[in-house]
């Protein structure tokens, strides 16, 4: 059984930092393509960034030069760097396996 489960969610101000992490099961590490995406009280869920299991990345124009997505095959963990966060950074934020989604964890940025 697949799983994603993501830690590292809170409130923080802005301009301050957090580390979001999706720890997979059920799939082989190295093997499979990781996205985090996030969705803001009211909004559509928007893609934030991806990480392919050949090691590419790429990222919304929103979060470039702020965020940094990151793999530890050792431990079937894909991260999320959060730096300079803004208030707009707000929102819950999940990973998608391009199948499986995780339950999602809240960000709070407050001004």
């Given amino acids: 059984q697949v799983q994603l489960v993501e830690s590292g969610g809170g409130l923080v101000q802005a301009g301050g930092s957090l580390r979001l992490s999706c720890t997979v099961s059920g799939l082989t590490a190295g093997t ?4 985090w995406y ?3 009280p009211g909004k559509q869920r928007e893609f934030v960034a991806f990480l392919t299991s050949s090691g590419t990345k790429d990222y919304a124009d929103s979060v470039k030069g702020r965020f940094t997505i ?3 095959n050792a431990k079937n963990t ?3 760097q959060m730096n300079r966060l803004k208030p707009e950074d707000t929102g819950v934020y999940y ?3 391009g199948v499986y989604w995780g339950q999602g964890t809240q960000v709070t940025v407050s001004s």
């Fill in 32 to 35: 499979y393509a990781i996205d």
């Fill in 38 to 40: 996030r969705q803001a």
């Fill in 70 to 72: 990151s793999g530890d």
């Fill in 78 to 80: 894909v991260y999320l």
């Fill in 95 to 97: 990973c998608y396996s």
